[in-house]
C-alpha cells in the first residue's frame, strides 16, 4: 500500500521526509542491495546502467560509475524498497519511476509526501492501476482510486 501526504514543507517535515535523497542514500546504502535481482532490474531500466558489482555500475553515457553517480529517482526506489522506514517527496523521482514504486507498494507498505508532482499513477492503457495497491491519502484519510481523484486531492491539499 502507498499512503501519501499531500502538501509543502510543513508536511514533509511532520513525517521526517527526506529530502536530500542523494546524500541520504550515499551514506547508507549497502553493498548487499546490489546483489538482489529487483534492485539491478530497477537500475537497468531507470538508469539503463547495469550492476557489475556493488561498487561499480555500466552506463551507457557516463561508463563506469559506483553507485553515488545513479540518478535520485533510482536511488529513491532502491531505498523504498529496502528500508523499512524511508520517506522521501515523489518530486524527487521521475515518471519513468512511476511502474516500480507500484510494484514496491504492491510488496509492502511505503509512504511518500507529494509537493505537488502530479506522478502519473495511469497505466499505458490510461487506466487507473488496479484495486492493489491502495492508495491512502494520509490528509483525509481517504483512498484514491483514479487518476481523477489523485488530481483532486493534490489539488485541494498542495498549497
Known amino acids: 500500500m502507498l499512503s501519501v501526504l499531500h502538501g ?3 508536511e514533509r517535515q511532520k513525517l521526517k521526509s527526506i529530502n536530500n535523497v542523494d546524500a541520504y542514500f550515499d551514506n547508507n546504502y549497502l553493498d548487499e542491495w546490489f546483489e538482489d535481482n529487483f534492485v539491478k532490474e530497477m537500475v537497468l531500466k531507470i538508469d539503463k546502467t547495469v550492476v557489475i558489482s556493488p561498487h561499480l555500475m555500466q552506463s ?8 553515488s553517480r545513479l540518478s535520485g529517482g533510482v536511488k529513491a526506489l532502491i531505498c ?11 518530486t524527487r ?3 519513468n519511476c512511476t511502474d516500480f514504486l507500484i510494484e514496491i ?7 511518500s509526501t507529494n509537493s505537488g508532482y502530479a506522478f502519473n ?3 499505458a492503457d490510461n487506466s487507473f492501476w488496479g484495486k492493489e495497491p491502495k492508495v491512502l491519502c ?6 484514491i482510486e483514479s487518476q481523477r481523484e489523485w488530481i483532486d486531492k ?3 491539499f498542495v498549497k
Open 154 to 156: 493534490m489539488s485541494l
Open 105 to 111: 507498494a504492491r510488496r509492502k507498505k511505503i509512504t
Open 8 to 10: 509543502g514543507i510543513e
Open 93 to 95: 523521482m521521475g515518471s
Open 60 to 67: 551507457p553515457i557516463l561508463g563506469p560509475i559506483p553507485p
Open 80 to 90: 523504498y524498497f529496502k528500508e523499512d522506514d524511508f520517506i522521501t517527496d515523489l
Open 138 to 143: 494520509l490528509n483525509d484519510m481517504e483512498y
Open 121 to 123: 499513477f495511469m497505466k
